[in-house]
């Protein structure tokens, strides 16, 4: 949160897919506007309800998703090629209904 405090910028101006964020953070975004939420067996995902840009595939959302131990194969499925166990990650996904099924 400090580094974000510091750049002075847009946060997905700073941050990259994959970056592990602390939970100050992810408790910031969680708090700007109600957000999208699902827990599966593999992950704890939490997602701004705001729309952050389109990609042609459909909108991307800023997204903080906290893998455990179950998803290593899933998350390589689903092109998340960087999974950090038990640490929130900064993605920009989509829709979270579409991310983990």
Not at 15 to 28: M, R
Not at 35 to 41: A, I
């Amino acid at each position: 949160m400090k580094q974000w405090n510091d750049y002075g910028g847009s946060f997905t101006d700073l941050a990259k897919n994959g970056d592990i964020v602390d939970s100050e953070i992810v408790d910031y975004f969680n708090e700007v506007l109600p957000p999208h939420t699902k827990k599966t067996d593999d992950a704890q995902i939490i997602q701004c309800s705001e729309p952050l840009r389109s990609d042609g595939n459909g909108f991307l959302y800023i997204t903080f998703i906290k893998f455990n131990e179950k998803v290593k194969q899933k998350a390589q499925d689903i092109k998340f090629k960087m999974p950090v166990i038990n640490q929130w990650q900064f993605f920009e996904a989509l829709h979270v209904d579409k991310i983990f099924n």
